[in-house]
């Protein structure tokens, strides 16, 4: 047990670290490109934060989550997801200034008790971006197109884009009865989940997974035909700046968030070679969370995307990035005299920003060699007796074999040459 990390979570190992810097890379050009700012709240947060934040009736709030009562008997819990949280920061720091447009990213670990799977696991990544202040359609476009171009920039192919509008507080009361009216008349062959979600949440029966291939599922009433005015011309309009951005979209009518303060836009990308775990970005417009929090009527919109499902869809596409640069250069040393000046030639390195390292357990030399040629080092600088006398150094280019001796001073000018 002492040396098995807890289910669900994982060790992220230099060898593939590379992968995970390449994304975060990416993730902060284009933010930087779409003019979104970093923001990085706590990890845990208090209950009924995410309670009210997520929805009581949803099943991250109901069954997923990591709460516990801390020594100051609080309830806290390690975020599910961190859209609450960034309103939270929002709203305690006056991020909202004299009004006006607030647009901010994060990346970071997120927590849910879930039968972990590829690409979910319990403790989990997810970048996201939240744009607060602004219920403009434009803005839906551009949070869908930075998702969208962010995708594509990593070299996905087969993405595809689905767009719904799920009205708001005016409308979709309408299309919720519809929908309970409806889906009542099948309530036997509802999944047991269902049957508890049409009391309280019936938009969400459109995407159970369980029920998904039942007959009746395809007549299901279509909110298009609910929309209030306002939520028909938002949704329009979204349409015409994707069209004008060149982006193709399906619209889907099961694309749902079922809670009150999610209103109008709501959007998923998904690769679709990952089939039943294709969706890999996922967001939409909430307009009434900011008031649900606390703070006054402020429109908002975000998207959130787990990183290790990208990860996975990159892999199936055959796009790797190996980690950082290797070293320049290993220091080899013969005797403690040797070991003292190796020392000071590897400080001196360093201070010119050279990557290198020296042997730390005073080995054989022929067993330090091993060890700088396994290092993937492009030299290896040789110290013995002579070389400390005459303040020189035996540079040994590992790649082509070509030994030089030259003095202490011009070993980095050698190096960098
Ligand atoms: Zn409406
Ligand atoms: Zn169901």
Redesign the pocket.
């Known amino acids: 047990m002492l040396t098995n990390a807890p289910r669900g979570t994982k060790d992220i190992l230099p060898d593939q670290i590379g992968n995970w810097q390449y994304l975060e890379n990416e993730i902060r050009k284009i933010c930087a490109i779409y003019g979104y700012e970093e923001i990085r709240t706590p990890t845990f947060e208090h209950t009924e934060l995410f309670k009210r934040g997520i929805g009581e009736t949803t099943d991250v709030v109901e069954k997923e989550m990591y709460t516990f009562t801390d020594k100051g008997d609080r309830s806290i819990t390690l975020r599910p997801e961190n859209t609450a949280s960034v309103v939270r920061a929002y709203l305690q720091n006056k991020l909202y200034g004299d009004g006006g447009l607030v647009k901010l990213f994060y990346i970071g670990s997120m927590f849910r008790y879930d039968r972990p799977q590829a690409g979910r696991l319990r403790e989990f990544h997810q970048f996201g971006v939240e744009a607060l202040g602004e219920k403009n359609p434009s803005l839906d476009a551009e949070i869908i197109l930075l998702a969208w171009n962010f995708l594509k920039n990593l070299g996905l192919d087969d993405l595809e884009l689905k767009i719904n509008t799920v009205g708001c507080p005016k409308c979709r009361p309408v299309y919720r009865q519809k929908l309970q009216h409806y889906f009542g008349e099948y309530h036997d062959e ?5 049957k508890s ?1 049409l009391e309280k949440n019936p938009l969400r ?1 459109l995407d ?4 998904a291939a039942k007959d009746f599922m395809d007549d299901a009433p279509k909110i298009e035909n609910c929309l209030c005015d306002e939520c028909r011309e938002h949704f329009a309009k979204v349409k015409t700046f994707l069209t004008a951005a060149g982006v193709d979209f399906k619209i889907d009518g099961k694309l749902v968030r079922g809670l009150d303060y999610y209103t109008k836009t709501a959007f998923e990308i998904q690769y679709t070679p990952l089939g039943a775990q294709s969706a890999v970005a996922g967001g939409g417009r909430y307009d009434g969370l900011v008031e649900e929090i606390g703070g006054p009527p402020t429109a908002g919109i975000g998207f959130a995307a787990g990183l290790e499902r990208i990860l996975i869809a990159l892999e199936k596409q055959g796009i790797t990035n190996s980690a950082q640069k290797k070293l320049d250069a290993f220091i080899v040393t013969a005797g403690s005299s040797a070991e003292v000046y190796g020392f000071e030639l590897l400080n001196s390195l360093r201070q010119k920003n050279i990557a290198v390292t020296m042997d730390f357990a005073s080995r054989s030399i022929k067993a330090q060699m091993k060890q700088a040629s396994k290092s993937g080092a492009k030299f290896a600088l040789i110290i013995g007796e002579d070389e400390v006398n005459e303040k020189s150094v035996t540079v040994k280019n590992l790649e082509t074999s070509a030994q030089k001796k030259i003095s202490f001073d011009e070993v980095s000018t050698y190096i960098f040459k």
């Not at 159970?208 to 029920?211: E, I």
Request: contains cysteine; glycine residues 0%; hydrophobic residues 25%.
């Open positions: 509802l999944c047991n989940d269902c979600r029966v159970c997974k369980v029920d």
